[in-house]
């Protein structure tokens, strides 16, 4: 069974780092484009990064661009997003999904995207 699963979301200090990581089972997570989203309480889900398949290319919302690092292990079969000096914005519950990407100049979806149950983030003092 195809599934998606978040994990490494906890409580921060503003400055500080989390890595979050979003496993793969029942198929090939290098074979998508895969989206990272988050949802902060209240807001809409908004995209904060991308990553291609094939070359890997990645992308990032302006919000967390030079802060955030995307990146795969196939050997896992693994996407990670490093977070560094987090802010109280970057607050929420963040979801991986394949096939997903919703970032300015980048725009991926369809209808049989994967979505894991979220991992939350909560950055404070």
């Known amino acids: 069974q195809a599934r998606l699963v978040e994990s490494g979301g906890g409580l921060v200090q503003p400055g500080g780092s989390l890595r979050l990581s979003c496993a793969a089972s029942g198929f090939t997570l290098d074979d998508y484009v895969i989206g990272w989203f988050r949802q902060a309480p209240g807001k809409e889900r908004e995209g904060v990064s991308c990553i291609d398949s094939g070359d890997h290319t990645t992308h990032y919302a302006d919000s967390v661009k030079g802060r955030f690092i995307v990146s795969r292990d196939k050997a896992k079969n693994t996407v990670y997003l490093q977070m560094n000096t987090l802010k109280p914005d970057d607050t929420g519950v963040y979801y991986c999904?394949?096939?997903?990407?919703?970032?300015?100049?980048?725009?991926?979806?369809?209808?049989?995207?994967?979505w894991g149950q979220g991992t939350r983030v909560t950055v404070s003092s």
């Open positions: 999904a394949t096939d997903a990407c919703s970032l300015s100049g980048r725009h991926v979806s369809s209808s049989r995207s994967y």
